[in-house]
């Protein structure tokens, strides 16, 4: 049996009429940059998300980049994010001339909390958590730190799209991206920042467009990080189904864990209701990772590496984080990997992966 990590094909099928009514009358309106479409994607999204505002933009790394121009970060100050993340964030961080400062991660693979206060110094100006594979980081602590040092706190949701973000959360401004494999996903590329501060909204509204205010009234130095309205159109379509692909997707997780729970050499986070399962890791120890890959591929069985490589050791970074420790992130590159787990998974393929990977952990 042949299983893909992801099949936009059966999503296409699912979506084909409403898609192109709705391409139709997008092409009819004549409005195709900014415009209606776009205004009405945000409005739906910042409900969705229970915030005042939605910007959509370019791509999640602009949404980031400008949440954080926002914020008035620039050369010389520090932001306190993670390295096992997307090279997004740190290019984010980067691209306003900040320096990226990594601390380890916890097992559930997301920012260590206990961590974080070692790193601040006078040039710390932000924390940047990362909402890894939909699982949300422990925001109460942060802000907790976050307050008495007197940071900032943005929020990388691009893998979070439809997770149960509690209170502690909500307050803060998040980055969102639409790249086709996220919960929410284009057919392209796009990204949303949603926040309930007016002054943020403005400047990114502004900024995006060239630091307009009004046509050809340039108050700031922006750029082009305009969201594609078409692109709008269709993830309206889609939003419509996020929750219940949000259900899907717990449900996957769920049979993932409660069949595979207790297997030696394999390490599975308990379920957690809050988490939008963008993606489904687990550990595989004994250094059995690579060879577990290769057993799943083998059977047809695509599966992936989130990530690789860490940001500290790629090529871009790897000359200024020689000295850096970090125990935990390093581990668990070598043994992570990702299972398939999309709304469009069909049960008996989800069977036949279970099967697989009882019988490779059985020899």
């Not at 909402?131 to 109460?140: R, V």
């Not at 717990?250 to 986070?269: E, S």
């Not at 390093?330 to 019988?359: A, G, R, V």
Request: net charge positive; glycine share 6%; charged share 25%.
């Amino acid at each position: 049996m042949k299983v893909s990590f992801v099949d936009f094909k059966r999503e296409w099928k699912m979506f084909n009429k409403k898609f192109v009514l709705a391409f139709k009358k997008f092409g009819q309106s004549g409005v195709y940059v900014l415009g209606p479409e776009v205004e009405k994607f945000e409005n739906n999204f910042a409900k969705f998300c229970g915030y005042k505002y939605a910007v959509g933009v370019s791509t999640g790394l602009s949404a980031l980049e400008m949440i954080l121009r926002s914020y008035d970060i620039k050369c010389g100050d520090e932001v306190i994010t993670v390295a096992n993340s997307a090279v997004a964030t740190s290019l984010a961080i980067s691209n306003v001339g900040a320096k990226p400062v990594f601390c380890d991660v916890g097992d559930d693979f997301l920012i260590d909390v206990d961590k974080i206060e070692k790193l601040i110094t006078k040039k710390t100006k932000a924390i940047l958590p990362v909402h890894l594979f939909g699982k949300i980081c422990n925001i109460e602590k942060i802000n907790i730190i976050a307050k008495k040092n007197k940071l900032f706190i943005i929020e990388d949701a691009c893998q979070a799209h439809g997770a149960n973000f509690n209170g502690a959360s909500a307050i803060h401004t998040k980055a969102f991206s639409f790249y086709p494999t996220k919960n929410l996903g284009a057919l392209g590329e796009g990204g949303m920042i949603v926040t309930n501060d007016l002054k943020i909204k403005e400047f990114v509204s502004s900024y995006r467009n060239y630091g307009q205010q009004g046509r050809y009234n340039h108050m700031i130095k922006g750029t082009n990080g305009r969201i594609d309205p078409l692109q709008c159109v269709l993830m309206g379509v889609k939003l419509e189904k996020l929750s219940e692909f949000i259900n899907i997707r717990q449900r996957i997780a769920k049979k993932y864990i409660d069949k595979l729970k207790g297997l030696n050499n394999l390490l599975i986070n308990d379920y957690n209701q809050n988490s939008a399962y963008h993606l489904f890791v687990v550990r595989v120890l004994s250094g059995q990772r690579d060879y577990l890959k290769k057993f799943l591929e083998e059977k047809g069985i695509d599966v992936l590496l989130h990530y690789p490589t860490t940001i500290h050791h790629q090529q871009c970074y790897v000359e200024e984080y020689k000295k850096i420790n970090l125990d935990n992130t390093d581990k668990f590159q070598n043994e992570i990997l990702s299972l398939p787990c999309y709304p469009f998974l069909k049960s008996k393929e989800q069977d036949y992966i279970i099967k697989m990977i009882k019988t490779f952990f059985s020899k």
